[in-house]
């Protein structure tokens, strides 16, 4: 997939530029700014297609919340323990992570093999429709390299908000 094979570089290019917006927009984010972000977001979901991608499946995965390890567990008939056993590992900030990248519960269609029941954190990624969203502005550097969306949208912010970011 042509938008994702170059994905990485062209997110090199615009690395500087997007830090300079966010230091920008973390100093004064705008009034109206939770409503830009979901006026985006929606925008850039309408076009785009998560199941030709799975980037984010592939190649990163979510973090695994007690919340998420119960339920997904217990949609497997399994105790928690094993569940973590099995599927996951502590990272280096001791959050539940997966073992391994792509995801297991990914399939070959790109499909969620656990949709109803997946991590928080897959139900809201790339988060760029949360409220205030300069917060997260780390985060979003980083999934600029991973999602094509988050990518559109970052540089849909720059044109809306401008904040006399030179491109
Ligand atoms: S959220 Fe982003 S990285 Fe994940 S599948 Fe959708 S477009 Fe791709
Ligand atoms: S649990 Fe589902 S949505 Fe989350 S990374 Fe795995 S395949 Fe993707």
């Known amino acids: 997939m042509k938008a994702l094979d170059d994905l990485p ?3 090199r290019e615009k690395k500087k530029e997007n830090q300079q917006f966010f230091k920008k927009l973390k100093k004064r984010p705008p009034k109206n700014l939770d409503y830009v ?6 925008a850039e979901f309408e076009r785009t297609d998560c199941l030709e991608c799975a980037n984010c499946c592939k190649t990163t995965g979510p973090l695994f919340t007690q919340a998420d390890i119960t339920r997904i567990a217990k949609h ?4 928690p323990q094993p569940f973590i056993d099995t599927y996951l590992r502590l990272d280096d900030e001791n959050d539940y992570v997966l ?5 297991t519960f990914l399939d070959a269609q790109n499909y969620c093999m656990i949709y109803e029941v997946r991590p928080k954190a897959c139900r809201e990624y790339p ?7 300069h917060q997260i502005a780390n985060l979003t ?4 390299a991973i999602c094509p969306a988050a990518f559109n949208i970052v540089e ?3 044109h809306r908000l401008g904040l006399g970011v030179r491109r």
């Open 99 to 103: 073992q391994s990248v792509p995801c």
């Open 76 to 79: 497997f008939k399994m105790k």
């Open 37 to 42: 972000m979901q006026e985006l977001h929606e």
């Open 9 to 11: 570089q062209r997110a």
């Open 127 to 133: 988060h760029t429709d949360r409220k205030k969203f």
């Open 156 to 158: 849909a912010m720059k």
């Open 141 to 144: 550097q980083k999934n600029v």
